[in-house]
């Protein structure tokens, strides 16, 4: 497949590349709506790049401060970032994997959308989308759906959880719930102080 290299702002439509496309500094706005790209998509640099419809194997983000707008069933295989790195999936859309490198701190997903696989090799990292996976290296962290992750991996499953009770016994603090689901329960207590 034919590489394609966009270097200036632009609108592309119902085209379908095999090879891999390179936005370069210029191209600060690039919408494709209705397009195919099997190769992967390059970004160096700060682009708002809004994708419609579209199918994109892999994006890889090289450089700080671009911004993704996924809309109208955009599905994203792989998103790979290496710089600040904002993600809008919105509702009927899907990312399947995003990865936060190094260097891709305070890099954010959010939205409505649908969220696979998420792995995180830096700090600062927010998800509000709960994945289905999760990946925290160490020495990393990751807010995931408003609580804060270090290292470390699970999966996420909506438990139902009900009749969740909390005591103190030996000096242990007891929780028992029903769950629907098999897995690990997190929880979040705070201490009343008032005696």
Same mark, same amino acid.
């Given at each position: 497949?034919?590489? !394609?290299? $966009?270097?200036?702002?632009?609108?592309?439509?119902?085209?379908?590349?095999?090879?891999?496309? #390179?936005?370069?500094?210029?191209?600060?706005?690039?919408?494709?709506?209705?397009?195919? $790209?099997?190769?992967?998509?390059?970004?160096?640099?700060?682009? #708002?790049?809004?994708?419609?419809?579209?199918?994109?194997?892999? =994006?890889?983000?090289? %450089?700080?401060?671009?911004?993704?707008?996924?809309?109208?069933?955009?599905?994203?295989?792989?998103?790979? *970032?290496?710089?600040?790195?904002?993600? $809008?999936?919105?509702?009927?859309?899907?990312?399947?994997? *995003?990865?936060?490198?190094?260097? !891709? %701190?305070?890099?954010?997903?959010?939205?409505?959308?649908?969220?696979?696989?998420?792995?995180?090799?830096?700090?600062?990292?927010?998800?509000?989308?709960?994945?289905?996976? @999760?990946?925290? *290296?160490?020495?990393?962290?990751?807010? =995931? %759906?408003? =609580?804060?992750?270090?290292?470390?991996?699970?999966?996420?499953?909506?438990? %139902?959880?009900?009749?969740?009770?909390?005591?103190?016994?030996?000096?242990?603090?007891? =929780?028992?719930?029903? !769950?629907? !689901?098999?897995?690990? $329960? @997190?929880?979040?207590?705070?201490?009343?102080?008032?005696?």
């Amino acid at each position: 497949g034919k590489n !394609a290299t $966009v270097n200036t702002s632009v609108t592309l439509s119902g085209i379908s590349l095999s090879g891999n496309v #390179y936005l370069t500094e210029g191209a600060q706005f690039v919408t494709l709506s209705g397009c195919t $790209v099997e190769g992967t998509l390059y970004v160096r640099t700060g682009s #708002y790049v809004n994708l419609a419809h579209t199918k994109v194997d892999k =994006i890889v983000v090289l %450089g700080d401060g671009a911004t993704f707008s996924l809309s109208n069933g955009t599905e994203i295989a792989r998103m790979e *970032a290496y710089g600040k790195t904002e993600a $809008v999936v919105n509702a009927t859309c899907a990312l399947t994997t *995003a990865i936060f490198y190094d260097g !891709a %701190g305070e890099s954010s997903v959010k939205g409505t959308g649908k969220l696979n696989n998420f792995g995180v090799y830096c700090s600062g990292a927010v998800c509000e989308i709960e994945p289905e996976e @999760y990946y925290v *290296a160490t020495g990393c962290s990751a807010q =995931i %759906g408003g =609580i804060v992750y270090g290292p470390g991996s699970g999966k996420f499953e909506s438990c %139902g959880l009900s009749m969740a009770q909390a005591w103190a016994e030996d000096g242990k603090l007891k =929780i028992q719930a029903n !769950a629907l !689901a098999d897995g690990t $329960v @997190y929880a979040a207590v705070w201490m009343n102080h008032e005696q």
